[in-house]
């Protein structure tokens, strides 16, 4: 069977290579390169590097980068009626033709429009500079943008999700979750239906906002431990067995401080000068 080289892709635009997407980033990062833009002179040493690591490069031109996008945009934006929009080499024009799609374009599409170009300006390191504006209930938005030398390519890497442990309490039809994270106590009540859990309500609050759980935790337990076929109760003997010892180390802490107070009674008596009894018609 055919073994395949994994790949880093790299998009080139003029005398730069960017990682085409997070994950090949991610590869960067872990080889030493956290750079989000590579320079013409600098990639026979990153192939380098990578193909010790066991990886080869491979790239494509930014131009299919930006077709696919403005192919996007085009789709979005013409959707809906009595809409136009046109491309060129460093500026989009997106426009209104009828009073009837006036609203819609200024309320949300303009603003979706305006929020995942300036993405996409970010992520590939342009500068764009946009312009708005509104006509007898028709709009206009022109768009320039250019290629920033100043301006690094912005690739967010996803963290991995922590692990997040989860209780389980099962109350009939019913039951309790929480976790824990950070600061909070996470919490969530579901009910079955069928054979599925559906939630009902959830919420959060702080480790000190919480009250003291050992009443109601002692009350499952002890629920829990009534439900053995066994007659022996063996947590509430448990539990008395506790309270024995609790109450007999209680008593003996008592007998201690009384047999130290006659102790330190009797030694207060020897330190005292024995008292000179006076009789009469004696010199003393």
Not at 15 to 31: H, S, T
Not at 230 to 251: G, H, L, T, Y
Not at 256 to 283: F, V, Y
Request: some cysteine; glycine content about 4%.
């Amino acid at each position: 069977m055919e073994q395949t080289t994994p790949v880093i892709r790299l998009v080139k635009h003029k005398q730069w290579y960017i990682p085409a997407d997070a994950q090949d980033y991610q590869i960067l990062v872990n080889l030493g390169i956290p750079s989000t833009r590579i320079h013409e002179d600098q990639r026979e040493i990153v192939k380098h590097v990578a193909e010790r690591k066991g990886y080869t490069l491979r790239g494509k031109h930014f131009e299919t980068v930006l077709e696919e996008f403005t192919e996007d945009l085009y789709k979005r934006w013409m959707r809906f009626p009595h809409r136009n929009v046109k491309f060129k080499k460093s500026s989009m024009i997106f426009s209104t033709t009828d009073a009837a799609a006036f609203k819609r374009a200024r309320d949300k599409s303009v603003p979706l429009l305006t929020t995942k170009l300036q993405e996409f300006f970010q992520r590939w390191g342009f500068v764009g500079d946009f312009k708005y504006s509104e006509n007898h209930d028709k709009v206009r938005l022109v768009v320039d943008y250019n290629f920033s030398s100043f301006r690094k390519p912005v690739i967010t890497l996803k963290e991995n999700p922590k692990e997040v442990t989860k209780s389980v309490i099962n109350l009939g039809g019913n039951r309790l979750i929480f976790w824990r994270e950070d600061k909070h106590l996470h919490w969530e009540i579901e009910t079955k239906a069928a054979n599925e859990w559906r939630p009902r309500v959830k919420g959060s609050c702080l480790h000190s906002e919480m009250s003291d759980p050992t009443d109601s935790i002692i009350l499952l337990m002890r629920s829990l431990d009534e439900t053995d076929l066994s007659p022996d109760k063996s947590f509430d003997k448990q539990i008395a067995a506790a309270f024995a010892e609790r109450d007999a180390a209680v008593a003996e802490k008592l007998r201690l401080q009384e047999d130290l107070a006659k102790a330190k009674e009797r030694i207060e008596r020897l330190r005292k000068p024995n008292e000179t009894t006076n009789h009469p018609g004696t010199d003393v």
